[in-house]
């Protein structure tokens, strides 16, 4: 069984460019939320999707969008990069919705924007 | 608005004592408290919760206490041992927006001494 995965690693952009990262949910999990974690800060929302469809959405603006496929792998996308946007970028799978105590997080990506 | 607040940003401790981490949160509308753990380079990891209906949960080494009249939980970790050195993030979930949410706080630092 693989754990939560993310791609890339790190990622280096400049103000203005989009950015696409990348989440595989654990096995057997349908759920995947997106959590913003900016330096000395604890993660935030960004939004949860549940089979498909998103399912609950934190105070971000609509440049962050994302996508959830059938094999419940998402993508997180982000247009219009601006400096502040730089942060670690945290997914988290479980098996329900509101299953908080059994989410599994990947490692995350560091976006840097220049 | 920050709903959940951890104020020591860090915490140093002697191995073999107890470990106390402190939260603060603002929503009564909050229905339940996790704490997670996290180390470098790897994502958060759920240690232990509790539900807004009980004061007390533990789970060997780790107890936490809610104090639903001062809106305030606790971790307590005893004893302290060197691989607990970490990042602890108290989260709360409940219904903002519409929508169940997970809000996390900014993280307390814990170190353990040997």
């Known amino acids: 069984e693989t754990g939560v995965t993310q791609s890339p690693t790190h990622l280096i952009k400049t103000r203005g460019q989009q950015v696409t990262l990348r989440c595989s949910s654990q096995?057997?999990?349908?759920?995947v939320s997106w959590y913003q974690q900016a330096l000395g800060q604890g993660p935030q929302f960004i939004f949860q999707?549940?089979?498909?469809?998103?399912?609950g959405r934190g105070n971000f603006p609509p440049r962050f969008s994302g996508l959830q496929f059938p094999n419940y792998s998402s993508e997180l996308n982000v247009n219009a990069l601006e400096l502040d946007d730089s942060a670690l970028y945290l997914c988290?799978?479980?098996?329900?919705?509101?299953?908080?105590?059994?989410?599994?997080f990947g490692p995350g990506t560091r976006l840097t924007v220049l | 608005d920050q709903q959940v607040k951890q104020n020591s940003p860090s915490l140093s401790v002697q191995e073999g004592r107890i470990s106390i981490l402190n939260c603060d949160y603002t929503?009564?509308?909050?229905?339940?408290f996790l704490w997670y753990k996290k180390y470098p380079a790897e994502g958060p990891t759920f240690l232990i919760s509790?539900?807004?209906?009980?004061d007390k949960n533990e789970d060997g080494r780790f107890t936490v206490f809610l104090n639903k009249s001062a809106k305030h939980l606790s971790l307590h970790i005893v004893p302290s041992q060197p691989g607990d050195s970490a990042v602890y993030f108290c989260?709360?979930?409940?219904?903002?927006?519409?929508?169940?949410?997970?809000?996390f706080g900014q993280g307390t630092r814990l170190t353990i001494n040997p």
């Open positions: 988290a799978s479980s098996l329900a919705a509101n299953s908080y105590n059994e989410q599994f």
């Open positions: 096995s057997g999990h349908n759920t």
């Open positions: 999707y549940y089979r498909e469809e998103e399912n």
């Open positions: 929503n009564s509308m909050f229905d339940y």
């Open positions: 509790i539900s807004s209906i009980k």
């Open positions: 989260a709360a979930r409940g219904i903002i927006q519409g929508a169940q949410k997970l809000v």
